[in-house]
């Protein structure tokens, strides 16, 4: 790729020479036009011998040396530029160059030139009043085009008022001049306009931000004032207007926030998609450099290293993407402790407790389910231990398996045969294999009109019983006026020998051991009553 380069060369003295020579030949004709003024009225009033005498008397003037060329030995400092076109641009230098706009252009590439030795001047300039001691600094325009913000060293800003479209910027005399930074340390470093051309804010080196308004209110309401749209005719034969019902519709400002925010996705998904080819193009120029570079020779070839531009760009993408990963949690621990308990409540709350929670087995070619139910963790009060899977009682068929294996290898053992009662064990325990479903529903049919008939014979008894009963009870009834002598007599004993002794009320009674009633006690009871619901379960 060829690399185009300026390199500047002063041109201020050549062009104080170009000035003070027009300024020569203006002031040359200016004395030009007093002479033949001068000529004519000696002419009136003389005649022809005047002129004779006018010529005598006039002597030439001596002419004052031109400014010599000079070229300072120290390059002046590029203070701004900006472009003005495909290969051209203006530029603000400051030192000995300070008081003009250079346009300068790049000269054409010659690979064969050494920059360094490489002698350019610009091919024309502005004049700019009052900035050989104070040069310009920072220049910016505003979206229009139509206004040049020009900072100065002194910390002044300066506003130049410009056509459209006119890059040679011929309209460079008139201009508002404001002072707003620090004369001495206040120099304009920065300058910035709002999206509308409304404010300027600005940045000067004595640490001051300052915002100005570049219209006037009135000049702006002027601008933007609204037009008041003429009525419309025919509004009473139109439909009125439906009103929305349905609550889950947006409202005016929902629905303005949501397409602001669907704009703003949308300008963000069209830049990402943007930053994707400019990737992906760029990924694909370095493939295709690798696939050349491997085309070469062995000893020519460039080694994989050798793309690397800086070996310490990786490092400092990854050490800011941890950076800003840590941040990152740092801005949302706080979510993060909050949510975290959260969970932990509900868990406590809902999830500890339990010892088992729900299990629910569902049948493969029917519709059958089987569910278990939630059980609840003993409290700290119960004093019953929960068997473990391994001390549970064993089923018929796992006990009688066990025991026809052990007997098995007895029998190898001794060479003993089998008997016929091991024979009907075996029989029986085959009874206790699975069944099929069709076969276990009949079971648990007949079961149930089993328990049925039973419940039922069983009520019948327990009625015929009571029948009985009560025919006893009351043939064995007394008369109402009959006494029981054992009575009687135990009443005729206690007004004679019993007194009436009300122990509780009594002042030095004393409740017994046995039946006094603590905390202690009442956890016992409270965990007896817990062992009992669980034993239930």
Known sequence: MCLKCFHFTSVKSKIL???????????????????????KKLIEEMGEDAEK???????????????????????????????????????????????????????????SSNFEEQRDEPFDFRFLEDTEENPIQTIIFSFSQTMMFCGMRNGAIRVYILNQNEPLLSSLEDYWHFSIHDNDYGCVKSMVTSFDDRFLITAGADNNIFVFTIFSELEFLKIVKAKVPSPKFGIETQPPTEDIEDPKAYSIENARKKREHDKLMKEMEELKAGKREQIQALRNTFWKLIEMNKELPEHM?????????????????DRKTVHKIHQLEKELAWEKEKYYLGLKKVQNRFRDPLENDTIV?????????????????PSKYSKHKRASQSERRMSKLDRFEKEGSGKRDSQRETGGSISMQEESMIEKGKKFRPKTLSEIMIQNQIEKTRKLIQQAERAQQKIQQRKKEWEELYKSKPDHDYEDPKDVQAIKEAQVYMGDFN??????????????????????????????????R
């Open 503 to 536: 122990l509780k009320t009594a002042a030095d009674y004393k409740i017994p051991e046995h039946m006094r009633i603590n905390a202690a006690k009442k956890e016992e009871e409270l965990g007896q009553l817990v062992s009992m619901v669980l034993t239930h």
């Open 17 to 39: 020479r170009l000035i003070e020579i027009e300024k020569r030949e203006k002031q040359k004709e200016l004395k030009a036009k007093e002479r033949e003024e001068r000529i």
């Open 361 to 377: 087995v569902y049948a493969i070619q029917t519709d059958h389910k089987i569910s278990s139910y939630r059980l609840v963790k």
């Open 53 to 111: 005498e006018f010529q005598e008397e006039e002597e030439e003037e001596e002419e004052e040396p031109l400014p010599e060329i000079f070229i300072p030995p120290n390059p002046s400092p590029i203070l701004c530029g900006f472009y003005s076109g495909p290969g051209k641009f203006w530029v603000s230098l400051g030192g000995y160059d300070a008081g003009f706009l250079y346009h300068c252009e790049f000269p054409l590439c010659d690979k």
């Open 301 to 317: 070839q460039f080694k994989r290293t050798d793309f690397d531009l800086d070996s310490k760009i990786r490092a400092e993408i």
